[in-house]
């Protein structure tokens, strides 16, 4: 059985530009998450997807952030016009229902330049 | 809004006992997480409690008081490998986790 799978594992990237991060939950779970973590740092809420329902966007940072799921399974996060303190590991995690234990993914580390 | 409170630091000795507190405000509170989580890592779930009392899985445990809004978790039989930084989170509404800053553990011979 696979887990939370997230690419690329690894972006550098000159500030100004567009990123996406890709994350595929495992199968079957309905709700999915994204969090970003700075070094040193817990981990903060961005989004959260479950099943059919309008996304929580409550923890998007700025207007540059944007994320969607298709199909209720693969989900994308955008970030548009990247600045450096939008460096972090940015982490997926999904759960069967929402109220049960969250997997997470190994993380995308984004570095700007 | 929420927030959580953990110790930023803790050392111990291989085969020791640790405890990990966790004190938290809420607006909504379904229950408490730990989260394990070694350098480089993804986040492990460890424990969940939603009711007031005591959850022990092999060396882990967990015990949670809702109306001191506080709770630890307690490693026992510590082990080298145990060396990493544990977080807990609460479920809030809207079924969201809020994590604390979490407890950097050090496990020394």
């Known amino acids: 059985g696979a887990g939370v799978s997230q690419s690329p594992s690894n972006k550098v990237t000159e500030k100004g530009k567009d990123v996406e991060l890709r994350c595929d939950p495992i199968?079957?779970?309905?709700?999915l998450y994204w969090y970003r973590q700075s070094l040193g740092q817990g981990l903060e809420f961005l989004i959260y997807?479950?099943?059919?329902?309008?996304?929580?966007k409550s923890g998007l940072p700025s207007d540059r952030f944007s994320a969607e799921r298709t199909g209720g399974s693969v989900s994308t996060l955008t970030i548009q016009r990247t600045q450096q303190e939008d460096s972090a590991v940015y982490l997926c995690?999904?759960?069967?229902?929402?109220?049960?234990?969250?997997?997470f993914g190994d993380g995308t580390r984004l570095s700007i330049l | 809004g929420q927030s959580l409170e953990q110790p930023s630091e803790v050392t111990a000795v291989e085969g020791a006992i640790v405890q990990m507190n966790c004190t938290y405000q809420?607006?909504?509170?379904?229950?408490l997480s730990w989260y394990q989580q070694h350098d480089g890592g993804a986040p492990t779930f460890l424990s969940y409690?939603?009711?007031?009392g005591l959850e022990e899985t092999g060396r882990f445990s967990s015990f949670l008081s809702r109306s001191d809004s506080y709770g630890y978790l307690l490693l026992q039989e510590l082990q080298m490998k145990d060396s990493a930084s544990y977080f807990c989170?609460?479920?809030?509404?809207?079924?969201?986790?809020?994590f604390g800053t979490g407890t950097q553990l050090k496990v020394e011979l």
């Open positions: 409690n939603a009711l007031d």
């Open positions: 199968s079957g779970h309905t709700a």
């Open positions: 989170a609460v479920t809030g509404g809207g079924n969201k986790l809020t």
């Open positions: 995690a999904s759960s069967p229902l929402p109220s049960e234990p969250q997997h």
């Open positions: 809420t607006s909504g509170f379904y229950g």
């Open positions: 997807f479950q099943g059919n329902s309008a996304p929580d």
